[in-house]
């Protein structure tokens, strides 16, 4: 056991990459529920095609990560807009375990079609130039892309929180999430907000995607287990609450890397031991209120 | 409706169908013995899954913890020189009966979705376990054994005898999983599917009777996956990997969930569709075709191949014909529906 503050405070940092990855995907979720009442599961599948956007951008017109960081969002988004105008949508009269049994076949086919096209094998994906090396934190030296995936993170989870809990926007959303049938006797369109709900969830999972892309190999499976960790910390922070689940992101991936370094071996298992006490002691999650129809 | 098909004549009737299918399966030309085998361990897992979705409406997506846990047990007892097939599997059997108590008694506790994202989750912790207890797994590379073990007396290592054993556990699992959904037992489960509410109201504890068909599946798909890796002499990390979970649930839906023999007809379907589409140029990556397969049957066909023809002969609106004493109305037909 290597106990240093210097190698703690690494993990720590570590912890936070991590958890801006699970806060991005599990707010992406979390929306989508909310709204939609469905489990993605197809949410680790957008976000490796995040990745492949970024990765074939670059590959074949030179897209600059920055670029990429905006576009391939708007790839993954408009994918996921056809997939819930054209088929998802013919699901939401029945239970909402159809839904995820859908979106279990759409990852299927999304893994494996990429693995065909792709290979199984991943390719690397540069760091941009502006982005590379360390940089001295004072107290600790910290690669600089890393400490900026956190900060982007923090940044993109409280931007769409004051979205959702300020905006006019917001409102709507809040309102359909909450009395669909009155909103729309409002006349707000909830159908288009439903859409636009699904769309940007998964772009926020494409934009994980681009952002995870520097930092690991850009493979057809990367979607894989992410999604499961990611399941897990909804199940945490309580599926439909935004807060909770951004929480619950950045608190897991913290505990799981530390808990990396007081016990290695638990570093890959910590996350649903937790959840399993979570369910043990507030079975709805320790941001959720009382069970939501599902 | 469900029930059509297993109850009475014409369930023995169907179930001898399936059995002399199996029985000459071996016998068909170009079906290899080990595929054989393979199908008749998958069948009997999508048998047990079926107990549970499509009689508590309960989506597992993590019955591989039973399926491939089971299946290391069942395989390290042997490797450890314990080489008596009976104990192995009833050692890995035993591991998937108190697992399933204790993931079931947790699991329960949520319902819909969230059952299906916890017991994934659950899942997983074993899949990490197997890989870093590599002394006892194998790791990575799997568990491999040279014997099947011996059955009292009986040597295993003949294919054919394997299979017929292997077929002889699945008219068992089947038998077993008829008996209990059409008991009162399950005649509760369908009560609390169709109104829950209502049959807390009239003094069920319902949690008790989703553990108990939690525990009865798990149990009967940890026997299956003793058989499997058994089989292949061969415990390894596909076992226990969630894509296993989720190949059981296309298995089950897609012959038809509720209607036990058909995901019978579903684990068939899916094994030998994985065997066909794995010898074309798509390779090994067959969960292509199995999740398009699998994404419309979910999107039209949700009573599975066997549901469907179920409905279609069953479930058909009746005839109209015209009401005695106003041949202007037409009504239902109900002349022949004494049964």
């Known amino acids: 056991m290597n106990l240093s503050p210097d190698y703690l405070v690494t993990q720590i940092f570590n912890g936070l990459v991590n958890g801006g990855f699970y806060a991005l995907l599990a707010l992406g979720l979390s929306i989508i529920f909310g709204m939609l009442r469905i489990v993605n599961f197809a949410h680790g599948a957008m976000y490796m095609l995040g990745a492949f956007v970024a990765y074939y951008g670059a590959q074949l017109f030179h897209l600059p990560f920055f670029a990429a960081l905006v576009v391939a969002p708007i790839v993954v988004g408009a994918f996921g807009f056809a997939l819930e105008t054209t088929l998802l949508r013919r699901l939401y009269d029945l239970d909402p375990l159809y839904n995820l049994l859908f979106t279990f076949a759409a990852v299927l086919v999304i893994e494996d079609g990429m693995k065909l096209a792709a290979g199984a094998l991943g390719s690397p994906y540069a760091t941009p130039a502006l982005l590379d090396g360390a940089t001295n934190l004072g107290f600790t030296i910290y690669p600089t892309y890393r400490l900026f995936v956190i900060g982007v993170c923090v940044l993109v989870c409280a931007a769409v929180y004051v979205v959702i809990e300020r905006s006019p926007l917001g409102a709507r959303i809040r309102a359909a999430t909450e009395k669909p049938e009155l909103t729309r006797a409002f006349g707000i369109d909830t159908r288009r907000l439903v859409s636009g709900t699904f769309a940007f969830g998964v772009a926020l999972a494409g934009f994980a995607g681009v952002l995870a892309a520097p930092n690991t190999n850009v493979t057809p499976s990367m979607g894989d287990s992410i999604i499961i960790n990611t399941f897990a910390i909804v199940v945490i922070g309580g599926l439909g609450s935004i807060l909770g689940s951004v929480t619950a992101g950045f608190a897991l991936g913290v505990i799981a890397a530390v808990g990396a370094v007081v016990y290695p071996p638990i570093s890959n298992t910590l996350i649903f031991i937790v959840m399993v006490l979570v369910i043990l002691f507030r079975p709805t999650g320790l941001f959720g209120t009382a069970e939501r129809s599902a | 409706m469900t029930l059509a098909l297993i109850r009475g004549r014409r369930g023995l009737a169907a179930g001898a169908v399936l059995l002399a299918c199996g029985l000459v399966l071996p016998f068909v030309p170009g079906v290899y013995i080990v595929f054989a085998i393979d199908l008749v361990c998958f069948a009997l897992v999508a048998v047990a899954f079926d107990m549970l979705l499509g009689f508590t409406g309960l989506l597992s997506f993590g019955h591989a913890l039973f399926w491939g846990g089971a299946g290391y047990v069942a395989t390290i007892v042997i490797a450890n020189g314990i080489t008596s097939f009976p104990l192995a599997v009833l050692a890995g059997v035993a591991y998937a009966c108190v697992l399933s108590l204790v993931v079931g008694a947790l699991a329960v506790r949520r319902s819909g979705i969230f059952f299906a994202m916890i017991t994934l989750a659950i899942a997983q912790i074993q899949y990490f376990v197997v890989f870093q207890l590599t002394d006892v797994t194998g790791g990575e590379n799997g568990l491999p054994i040279t014997t099947r073990g011996t059955f009292f007396g009986l040597s295993l290592a003949n294919d054919f005898v394997y299979y017929y054993i292997a077929l002889g556990a699945l008219v068992l699992g089947t038998a077993f999983a008829v008996r209990v959904v059409t008991s009162p037992f399950g005649a509760v489960l369908a009560a609390m599917r169709e ?145």
């Open chain 2, 195 to 339: 109104n829950e509410t209502r049959a807390k109201s009239v003094g069920y504890d319902t949690d008790r009777f989703k553990l108990a068909a939690f525990v009865m599946s798990g149990t009967l798909a940890g026997f299956a996956g003793t058989l499997y890796t058994l089989g292949n002499r061969f415990a390894g990390q596909d076992g226990v990997d969630w894509h296993t979970s989720g190949a059981i649930v296309i298995m089950t839906i897609l012959g038809g969930i509720g209607t036990i023999y058909g995901p019978i007809v579903g684990a068939a379907l899916y094994q030998s569709l994985d065997f066909f589409v794995s010898k074309t140029a798509i390779g090994d990556k067959t969960n292509l075709v199995m999740g398009l397969i699998f994404a419309i049957v979910i999107l039209a066909a949700r009573r599975g191949i066997v549901g469907e023809i179920l409905h279609r002969v069953f479930d058909r609106a009746p005839r109209l014909v015209e009401d005695e004493d106003r041949p202007d109305v037409l009504v239902p037909d109900v002349s022949h529906e004494a049964i």
